[in-house]
């Protein structure tokens, strides 16, 4: 492959990647995880900590857990909650409009009304059993690491998603499963020293309903980069 080529092709696994929440009812083998974990566990992490925990569920146990964990939300989604906090309580005005601006996409192309708090609910549910998807992945990191390492384990989880795709696979990352860490720990060797950060679909994703999700528009590089020292940009 040219460079031009390789350029194209990973820019393009890059920009097509999206969060899938519709997956085939297809299986994804084991070899074919280890081998997307194989690539992902070249990510770079300071001071080379490789910080990362992967639990990979498939089949029974992982149906086993998404049992549990449904039931478990369903009669008693309070008393769960994730060990970590993710949204900063009060966001600024910047971030705030973006996460409303998701709300609307998101629950507009599901056509899910604002008010309509059961469906959105509903939705919510569907996390729960990763979407359908046939693995789950749960991710857990060492609760006595520092914010660094969980900036490792976001290039380790973004391999993870290209490694993915590049296979012909989608994934969601979700956060929302960190809430029902102790019914994790239930099932999976979880050591009490780490944090549940999140889980991650990952399967042949469901073309049609895929092909209604609603678009996550993002803002351009004039908007979070400013350049200093460089020449005139052409055509400028
Ligand atoms: C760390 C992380 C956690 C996320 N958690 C969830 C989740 O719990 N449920 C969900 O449906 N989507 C979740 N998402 C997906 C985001 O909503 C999605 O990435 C964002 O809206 C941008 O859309 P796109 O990835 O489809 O382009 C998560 C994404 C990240 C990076």
């Avoid at 993870?160 to 296979?167: D, G």
């Avoid at 696979?169 to 102790?182: F, I, M, S, V």
């Avoid at 239930?186 to 050591?191: G, V």
Wanted: glycine share 8%.
């Amino acid at each position: 492959m040219s460079n031009v080529d390789l350029v194209q092709a990973l820019d393009s696994v890059m920009k097509e990647r999206f969060a899938t929440r519709f997956y085939a009812d297809r299986p994804v083998s084991h070899d074919t995880v280890r081998d997307i974990l194989e690539a992902a566990r070249h990510a770079p992490s300071g001071a080379n900590i490789q910080p990362w925990q992967v639990h990979a569920l498939a089949g029974a146990a992982k149906a086993e857990i998404c049992r549990d964990i449904l039931a478990t939300h369903a009669a008693e989604a309070a008393q769960h909650v994730s060990e970590y906090t993710y949204y900063a309580s009060s966001l600024p005005d910047r971030y705030q409009g973006r996460k409303q601006a998701f709300g609307q996409v998101f629950y507009g192309s599901l056509g899910i009304a604002q008010d309509d708090a059961r469906g959105r609910a509903a939705q919510t549910a569907r996390n729960y059993d990763f979407f359908g998807a046939p693995v789950g992945l749960i991710v857990t990191i060492d609760r006595r690491l520092e914010k660094g390492s969980w900036l490792d384990l976001g290039m380790f989880l973004q391999n993870v998603m290209l490694a993915a795709k590049v296979r012909g696979l989608d994934t969601c990352p979700q956060e929302t499963l960190a809430k029902y860490h102790r019914v994790l720990r239930r099932h999976l060797p979880i050591a009490a020293e780490d944090v549940v950060v999140c889980g991650m679909a990952l399967g042949v994703r469901d073309a049609a309903a895929a092909a209604t999700r609603g678009v996550m528009e993002r803002a351009p590089v004039e908007a979070f980069a400013r350049f200093h020292g460089f020449e005139t940009p052409s055509g400028a």
